[in-house]
Nanobody, 114 residues
Framework: VQLQASGGGLVQTGGSLRLACAASENIFSFNVIGWYRQAPGKERELVATISNIGTTNYEDAVKGRFTISRDIGKNMVYLQMNSVKPDDTAVYYC?????????WGQGTQVTVSS
């Protein structure tokens, strides 16, 4: 399984950014797929996930600002980031889980300037 994340970059506080994750397999085959992030000196944390039946889950800090979505036909998962804050600065990773197996893609850097 390959997960290719893209869309990171430098954005100003209050701005928007859209991350994309391209999966090498049918994303419907995963129990859950989504986004995690890791800021410097901090542990990796969940940002948002979506299950194969469409149930979404968000970290409290991003609720109301970030939206996870998917395009099953294209095997793509997206993270729309609005009203970004400096605390959102991190490397964002796409991850998927199929039963007991977890898969990770390479990260994409998001930097929010104040």
């Amino acid at each position: 399984v390959q997960l290719q994340a893209s869309g990171g970059g430098l954005v100003q506080t209050g701005g928007s950014l859209r991350l994309a994750c391209a999966a090498s397999e049918n994303i419907f085959s995963f129990n859950v797929i989504g986004w995690y992030r890791q800021a410097p000196g901090k542990e990796r944390e969940l940002v948002a996930t979506i299950s194969n039946i469409g149930t979404t889950n968000y970290e409290d800090a991003v609720k109301g600002r970030f939206t996870i979505s998917r395009d099953i036909g294209k095997n793509m998962v997206y993270l729309q980031m609005n009203s970004v804050k400096p605390d959102d600065t991190a490397v964002y990773y796409c991850s998927a889980r199929r039963w007991t197996e977890s898969y990770w893609g390479q990260g994409t850097q998001v930097t929010v300037s104040s």
